[in-house]
């Protein structure tokens, strides 16, 4: 203890001397101020009173301004954007959707999925059903609500949560004579990645949400009813459970959840119900022995069924709106993923394409050891293919510009990509006076497979070559698993030799 003491004694002067320098700045400044305030004042009051008043209103604003700043500064307020009311896509949007879909289909991409949308689209405009989503997380009681709503929907209801793991359409007429279809849909963040995208899928296709919860919000809720908000339709908030809670309790959690929901600037409507179902309970028997039973739990959703009846009795237009605009949305969403999932696969074919011609243009080389990339024929057309491929509109000045700078980065680099390749060489013997030729076509695999694939990095993830990043990449994949890519691409290489080889002797 006496040795921590002393240690500690040195650094408690320190802090005692800046404490009292640092006090002594502060007295000094405060000196100043008031000697200047002080003579500022002796100074204002030699003028007429019109100016003091003025000096005195303009510090004032300033003051205020400067307070003003601070607070919205440190304050706490959404920055959330405030979302759009949706409007149902025009018939040229959809006819645009649809010449997509047909250029699409044209180029070999596989565009089922996203007509697919559009058919069900068609299918429930027709049939005019109206299709409510039920979402939530497990064990919010979602099969019970669905029982209470429809009770001869006959959903499985399980206590220990999680029991709905495919999605289910429940059908009825309701009193306005409609076509109700209820989908219950699996619990988020719990069932894996595949249910929740085809939740959320429901949920762009439905007319109304309804968003069961049985306590205040987590984070994970909070996003997933971010999310929701976003996509522009009738949502509802149930507060589930009632029957768990006194009635300060409940009224509390609807606050909790408003204010939540306020700040998502989106007119949300809360209601609180009891889905019923079943309870466990401890019953205590004459003779004192306990047993605990389950008992059931009558439903009390009057007022969800109020909120509902408002948004069912809006005008059919209307309602069809968000319904549209969800599903074309959607189909969209699809189409671009198809389109990246084509452009990815082909790209591949094109970088290995083009791997192969270098590979075979060293090989056939008269001088061992051209510098194909340098020469830039083959670097310059795989660029303008990708391009074409992403329909990046590029300039051949601007590519040729590339791919000079391209081969300035291997320079430095090639002797390291010959070693590798001479090293990796050494497993295929017999390979004769085609050695300088193999060497270098293992080495310029390497080059165009990286350079290939930084290009489709960047065309992917901007929608543009973007050269100083697309370099980076290029170098990055360069030295990824140089020896193991070098093994693969001398297989290639010989079998393009023993190719020539073939074709040499059959001339003779």
Known sequence: MAIKSSRSKPIRLLLGLLTLLGTGVLLLILLILTETALTVWELIQSY???????????????????????????????????????????VEDQQLIQEQLQQAHEKGIDVYQARKEIAELKRRQESQEIH????GTISAGKSSLVNALHPDAQAQVDPRGGTTTTITHYKWHNDLNQNIILT????????????????????????????LCDSDLTRDQYQELEELCELNKPIIVVLNKIDLYSDTEVNQLKQRLQQHLSELNQSVDVVSISAGGQKEVKKIYANGQEQWVEREIPPNIESLNKVLHKYLKQSREKMQQSQDAGFYRLASQKLQTATKEYRQQEASKLVKQYSKYAMTGAVAAVTPGTDILIQGYLGINLVKALCKLYDVPVKDLDVKQFIDIASKHIRTKLPMILAISGNVLKAFPGIGTVTGGALHAVAYGLIFESLGKAVTESLDRYGELQPNQTLNAFEENLREDMEIRARQIARMAMESIVSQRTKSNDGT
Do not use: M
């Open 132 to 135: 409510i989503a039920l979402f």
């Open 184 to 211: 219950d849909l699996p619990g988020l963040n719990v069932v894996g990645q595949r249910h929740n995208d085809i939740a959320r899928e429901e949920a762009y296709r439905s007319l109304v949400i309804i968003y």
């Open 48 to 90: 007429p009173i019109g100016f003091i008043v003025l000096y005195t209103v303009l510090i004032a604003l300033v003051a205020g301004t400067g307070f003003y700043i601070t607070w919205r500064l440190f304050s706490r307020r959404s920055h959330k954007p405030k979302i759009k009311s949706p409007k149902a896509p025009s």
